[in-house]
């Protein structure tokens, strides 16, 4: 059987980068229009398929994505011997307009766990960061921007790499003061933040999401100016 699922995202395209949530009833907002990421899954023979004029880097983001999720399948009640022989088909509809940029990796990786598993994403979360193949969230550009086109849509959190908080410094007062930050360093914080918690394990998924480390707002205090004497 065929299963679609639609990953509502913020796309950035100013900075070449993206954040996402989703609510269930998704749309994408591409540069002030609405269209959708799509995920496909059919019972086939795991053949990979990326479309939408997507460039070399976020090609790359995908196949990261998907690796980790099958890496770590057991642990979101996602079959891996099913997995390993299911076609997937990611496509980013408006495929005359170019995408790339290596901020889409816990987006992508989001949606992929949250379509194969079943478990829903949380409607007031976006997201932002580039991911490494075991899974660490590496820093992006232009947070300003997506923090701003975050606030625009409404969200209320926004999960950014742990090496960006330096650069909450640019963001807008009013942004910060409407958004919650929440530093990430690993693709399990960044799933255990997006992903709704089930009330109790079914038995389709009986393998619960490892728990991740806490994580707390950040929006850091100004720094202070250097004494005479001390060192920098």
């Known amino acids: 059987m065929k ?11 100013a900075a070449g980068t993206w ?25 086939r023979s795991g053949k990979i398929t990326v479309t939408g004029s997507l460039g070399d880097v976020m090609k790359e983001s995908a196949q ?4 980790y999720v099958r890496v770590h399948a057991e642990e979101y009640g996602i079959d891996s011997e099913r997995l390993k022989k299911c076609d997937l088909h990611i496509h980013a509809p ?13 987006t992508l990786t989001t949606a992929l766990v949250s379509c194969l598993s ?6 007031d979360v976006a997201m932002t960061g580039e991911i490494t193949l075991h899974g660490n969230v590496l820093p992006i550009g232009g947070l300003r921007e997506k923090s701003m086109a975050a606030y625009r849509e409404g969200m209320k959190t926004v999960l950014i790499p ?9 963001v ?46 950040a929006i850091p205090p100004a720094p202070e100016k250097p004494k005479p004497g001390a060192v920098c």
């Open 162 to 170: 742990k090496d960006n908080v330096p650069d909450l410094y640019e």
């Open 172 to 217: 807008d007062d009013e942004v910060k003061k409407n958004l919650t930050f929440l530093p990430m360093s690993d693709l399990a914080q960044v799933l255990n933040a997006a992903l709704l918690k089930p009330k109790s394990v079914s038995a389709r998924h009986p393998h619960p999401a490892k728990k991740a480390k806490p994580v707390e707002a």
């Open 64 to 67: 990261l994505a998907i690796t």
């Open 19 to 43: 954040s996402c949530a989703d609510d269930g009833t998704p749309s994408v907002s591409i540069n002030g229009g609405t269209d959708f990421l799509s995920l496909d899954h059919l019972a």
């Open 118 to 123: 079943g478990i829903p994403v949380r409607g």
């Open 94 to 106: 408006e495929g005359a307009v170019p995408k790339d940029g290596p901020s889409a990796g816990v």
């Open 3 to 13: 299963r679609l699922f639609r990953l509502l995202l913020i796309l950035g395209l």
